[in-house]
């Protein structure tokens, strides 16, 4: 019997290692552009409205990472 052959790419993305405060300018950043972009929706001037389901999960996963370099910095302080 023939085994299946798995093929893996590796592509390896070179990971930027950002602050808390730099996190949380981005942040900010992205919420006044979730903010712009509802207006925008609302205005009918918003070509694409995936825009805001896109942002509003880049937002959740800004302060996942804010959150777990918190807790990672309060047991380094332990």
Do not use: C, F, W, Y
Not at 8 to 14: E, I, L, P, Q
Not at 53 to 76: F, G, N, Y
């Amino acid at each position: 019997m023939a085994t299946a052959k798995k093929t893996v790419k590796s592509t390896k993305k070179a990971v930027e290692v950002k602050t808390i405060d730099q996190m949380k300018s981005e942040l900010q950043d992205k919420q006044h552009s979730l903010i712009d972009a509802r207006r925008g929706h609302k205005l009918g001037e918003l070509a694409n409205p995936r825009v805001l389901t896109v942002t509003r999960k880049e937002i959740a996963r800004l302060h996942t990472a804010i959150r777990a370099a918190q807790i990672a910095e309060s047991k380094e302080n332990k």
